[in-house]
C-alpha cells in the first residue's frame, strides 16, 4: 500500500487540482495534514477516499473536494481568524491551522471534540483550539471572527452566528433543501448579509441548523 504522503498527494492530483482548487495555501496544506490522523478509528484505510466519511447521528467527514471547494470560495487569508462550526475530529480544524492566524473550532460531541483536540495536539497545530459548546451558538465569546466555516449541511443560519462576523468576514456553509445543495459563500457588510452561490454540493444538516417547521391545522 502506498505511504501516506503519496495518498495525500493522489488525493490532491486526482480530486482537488481538478475541482479548478488550485490555491498554494490550500494545495500545500491537504499535502502537509494526515488525514488518516482525524478518521475515525479503523477508517484509516479509506480517508484519501472520493466519498465523505460518515461519524454516526447523521454526522459526517466532508469528501475532500467538497471541503477544498469551500475553503477555495470562502477565500482564508493568513492574518483572519478563523470559526469552524462542527469540528468532527478536527481535519478542517488542522488544515486552516495551515491557513490563518489562528482557528476555534466548535463541536457539541464531547467524544469528537476530546479526539480532535488530541489529533490536533499531536500534529502541533498550537494556533487551533477545539470547544465543546451548541454548534449553533458559535462561540460568541471569542468573535468577532473574519472566517466561519460550517462544516456540515445548514437550511438556515441562526442570526446569532452571523452576528460573530466582523465587517468584511465571511461565512461558507452547504445550505440544503430536500435533495439538492448548494454551497454558498456570505459577506457581512454594515450589519446585513449578502450570500452568493459558489457550487452544489450535499451534506447531512448540522444539529440546530434544521429550519423550524410550521404546521396547519
Known amino acids: 500500500m502506498a505511504d501516506s504522503a503519496t495518498l495525500r498527494r493522489m488525493m490532491v492530483d486526482t480530486q482537488v487540482r481538478p475541482s479548478d482548487v488550485t490555491k498554494f495555501p490550500i494545495i500545500a496544506a491537504m499535502l502537509d495534514v494526515p488525514r488518516e490522523a482525524f478518521v475515525p478509528r479503523g477508517r484509516e484505510a479509506v480517508a484519501y477516499g472520493e466519498t465523505s466519511i460518515p461519524l454516526g447521528d447523521g454526522r459526517e467527514i466532508l469528501e475532500p473536494r467538497t471541503l477544498a471547494k469551500l475553503l477555495d470560495a470562502v477565500g482564508v487569508e493568513r492574518d483572519e481568524t478563523v470559526l469552524v462550526v ?4 478536527g481535519y478542517a480544524t488542522a488544515l486552516l491551522s495551515r491557513m490563518a492566524t489562528s482557528v476555534v473550532a466548535v463541536e457539541e460531541d464531547e467524544a469528537m471534540a476530546a479526539d480532535a483536540e488530541a489529533a490536533l495536539a499531536a500534529l502541533g497545530a498550537d494556533n487551533a483550539v477545539v470547544m465543546t ?4 451558538a458559535g462561540l460568541p465569546k471569542a468573535a468577532p471572527f473574519d472566517v466561519i466555516l460550517v462544516e456540515g449541511g445548514v437550511e438556515e443560519v441562526p442570526a446569532a452566528l452571523l452576528d460573530q462576523l466582523r465587517d468584511g468576514g465571511r461565512i461558507a456553509a452547504i445550505f440544503v433543501d430536500g435533495r439538492l445543495g448548494q454551497a454558498r459563500v456570505g ?3 454594515e450589519g446585513r448579509m449578502g450570500w452568493r452561490y459558489a457550487f452544489d454540493a450535499d451534506a447531512p444538516v448540522l444539529p440546530g441548523f434544521a429550519r423550524e417547521r410550521s404546521f396547519a391545522l
Not at 462542527?86 to 475530529?89: F, Q, V
Not at 459548546?133 to 449553533?136: I, V, Y
Open 86 to 89: 462542527g469540528a468532527n475530529l
Open 133 to 136: 459548546g451548541p454548534l449553533a
Open 187 to 189: 459577506v457581512r457588510a
